[in-house]
């Protein structure tokens, strides 16, 4: 279980961004959220198993601004329409039957079936142990974001 830690200077940060223009703020909190993202997506690409490929190139950072000054986040998702398997990846699946759907039979390895029982896969999680691993490194992404983004703008973080 992830502990969650206290970031020190969040108060001075706070400070220091109410002087600015209220999008001048956001651009600077969602750029430094994607920056502490980003560690986190370059973690879950390299603890992901790969096969094809496929499921490492779907790990995507978004990034959501709501109308309100500080509702910002940022997701790190894994999936796409060609790595619809990412969440039977992480958490792993149950034995279960495998039957057609609009055929009257199955057909592997050479043979007619009309249902295939799976036996399940183990979990290999990627994701969770990606950000156990990745949330020292995002934190000070974050923070070297902003100290650079205040730096730009002659303000001393």
Same mark, same amino acid.
């Given at each position: 279980?992830?502990?969650?830690?206290?970031?020190?200077?969040?108060?001075?940060?706070?400070?220091?961004?109410?002087?600015?223009?209220?999008?001048?703020?956001?651009?600077?909190?969602?750029?430094?959220?994607?920056?502490?993202?980003?560690?986190?997506?370059?973690?879950?690409?390299? /603890?992901?198993?790969?096969?094809?490929?496929?499921?490492?190139?779907?790990?995507?950072?978004?990034?959501?601004?709501?109308?309100?000054?500080?509702?910002?986040?940022?997701?790190?998702?894994?999936?796409?329409?060609?790595?619809?398997?990412?969440?039977?990846?992480?958490?792993?699946?149950?034995?279960?039957?495998?039957?057609?759907?609009?055929?009257?039979?199955?057909?592997?390895?050479?043979?007619?079936?009309?249902?295939?029982?799976?036996?399940?896969?183990?979990?290999?999680?990627?994701?969770?142990?990606?950000?156990?691993?990745?949330?020292?490194?995002?934190?000070?992404?974050?923070?070297?974001?902003?100290?650079?983004?205040?730096?730009? /703008?002659?303000? /001393?973080?």
């Amino acid at each position: 279980m992830a502990e969650i830690q206290h970031i020190q200077g969040l108060s001075a940060l706070h400070k220091a961004l109410q002087d600015f223009p209220e999008e001048l703020e956001k651009k600077i909190l969602r750029g430094a959220l994607r920056a502490g993202a980003n560690a986190m997506k370059k973690a879950a690409q390299g /603890q992901v198993p790969v096969k094809s490929g496929a499921l490492r190139k779907s790990i995507k950072v978004k990034t959501v601004a709501k109308k309100n000054r500080y509702r910002l986040h940022a997701r790190v998702v894994a999936g796409d329409k060609d790595a619809y398997y990412a969440h039977m990846v992480e958490f792993g699946t149950a034995a279960h039957l495998i039957k057609p759907k609009n055929k009257l039979a199955l057909f592997f390895a050479g043979v007619a079936r009309s249902q295939v029982e799976h036996p399940g896969t183990r979990p290999r999680p990627f994701m969770r142990p990606a950000f156990d691993a990745a949330n020292e490194a995002a934190v000070q992404a974050f923070a070297g974001y902003v100290r650079n983004a205040l730096g730009k /703008q002659g303000v /001393q973080a």
